[in-house]
């Protein structure tokens, strides 16, 4: 399951539809070992495509960088679909298995009235969608 | 002195669940050849049936990518660090080569 303060999912989707029609990609991170988003972290899209996305090499080497540095660790991956449903595609199962310990969230703006938020498990190729447990920001 | 490479968690399986290992080599190549010996089949994820770069890894020889030195042939010496991370890509096309 991923459990996830409803401000961070309005900033994936705010990013998701400010890139529209290309994908968005970015990532959150969390204290090592926690399982819990916290710093929202937009990524460039180097593909600027609305079919595909890949980090910037150099951003990605930064990010990792900072991520170690301060003691953190990816928990979540996101990525839009622009054009269809926000379920990994066949690319998305090859590259998501290199990163099976994050949460490997998608959005879909196809709809501009609606918005599908769903997040997954990705690992040795195989799916396995997982509940999303959104918690309000007055907490914290 | 050797050459430090670190390897990113995907990977560790191949390392004992080392981080960081060394090895030795005057190009990348080399270098990869040389950490196979002991770290068996770690190779073969880092390098295509084609001997260039596997486009699902990024590597760095200190903060840069080898892409733009020399990939493959990119050459290496002692005190470098080679930082290996898995590339972040997908998308709604079907197939790696689409979008690029």
């Known amino acids: 399951m991923l459990r996830i303060r409803q401000e961070l999912v309005d900033e994936i989707v705010a990013h998701a539809r400010r890139d529209h029609p290309d994908e968005a990609c970015g990532v959150i991170t969390g204290p090592a070992g926690s399982n819990r988003?916290?710093?929202f972290i937009p990524m460039l899209n180097a593909a600027r495509s609305p079919t595909?996305?890949?980090?910037?090499s150099q951003d990605l080497f930064r990010l990792y960088r900072d991520v170690d540095e301060r003691d953190e660790e990816i928990v979540v991956i996101y990525h839009s679909h622009t054009a269809t449903e926000a379920y990994p595609s066949r690319t998305d199962i090859q590259f998501?298995?290199?990163?099976?310990?994050?949460?490997?969230?998608?959005?879909?703006?196809?709809?501009?009235?609606?918005?599908?938020?769903?997040s997954f498990r990705i690992a040795d190729g195989e799916v396995t969608e997982e509940p999303v447990e959104v918690e309000s920001t007055a907490t914290t | 002195m050797a050459i430090e490479v670190r390897i990113p968690t995907i990977l560790r399986s191949y390392t004992g669940g080392d981080k960081a290992v060394?090895?030795?080599?005057?190009?990348?190549?080399?270098?990869?050849?040389d950490l196979d010996a002991r770290h068996g089949g770690l190779r073969d994820r880092l390098v295509g049936g084609d001997g260039s770069l596997n486009r699902f890894v990024n590597v760095y020889?200190?903060?840069?990518?080898v892409r733009f030195l020399g990939g493959i042939e990119t050459p290496v010496s002692d005190g470098d660090v080679v930082t290996i991370l898995p590339a972040v890509a997908g998308g709604a096309a079907e197939g790696t080569t689409a979008g690029g």
């Open chain 1, 37 to 39: 988003p916290e710093r």
């Open chain 1, 52 to 56: 595909f996305f890949e980090f910037d």
């Open chain 1, 96 to 118: 998501g298995s290199l990163s099976p310990d994050s949460h490997w969230v998608l959005v879909s703006t196809r709809d501009p009235d609606d918005v599908e938020f769903r």
């Open chain 2, 22 to 33: 060394e090895g030795k080599g005057d190009t990348l190549g080399d270098l990869f050849a």
């Open chain 2, 61 to 65: 020889l200190n903060d840069e990518d």
